[in-house]
């Protein structure tokens, strides 16, 4: 390859980084139903794949407010998280069991989420 190719290459490889690298909260009103499922009446698997570019804290974010839009949709108040999977490969995708919780904050266990505060809190 000449040197005038790969400078091309290279310049049109930089403008495509920014591109990978950013990406944006998809709500559940744009999600597959692959990325939902039921598993008992207030226990779900969620997922959420976003580029491999994508910083984990990032992806741990939209993570935590799509199991916090999930509850508050189905109409609880409470979520815990277990079960966590993790895959990293062209992109970076994760499924994590997602138990709700109505009325009163569940005592004794640990990591628990109230959906309201997570949806306010910003991305």
Known sequence: MNRTALTIC???LMALLPACATSRYT?????DKDDVEQ??????RVEYRVSSFTPQEQLDKYLLRRCADLTIREGYDYFHLSQRFDVLMMSR???ITVT??????PSGVSDMYDAKTVVNEPM
Do not use: Q, Y
């Open 100 to 105: 709700m919780f109505k009325g009163e904050k």
């Open 39 to 44: 598993l008992k009446e207030n226990v779900f």
């Open 10 to 12: 290279s310049v049109m």
């Open 93 to 95: 995708r994760t499924s």
């Open 27 to 31: 709500s559940l009103d744009h999600v």
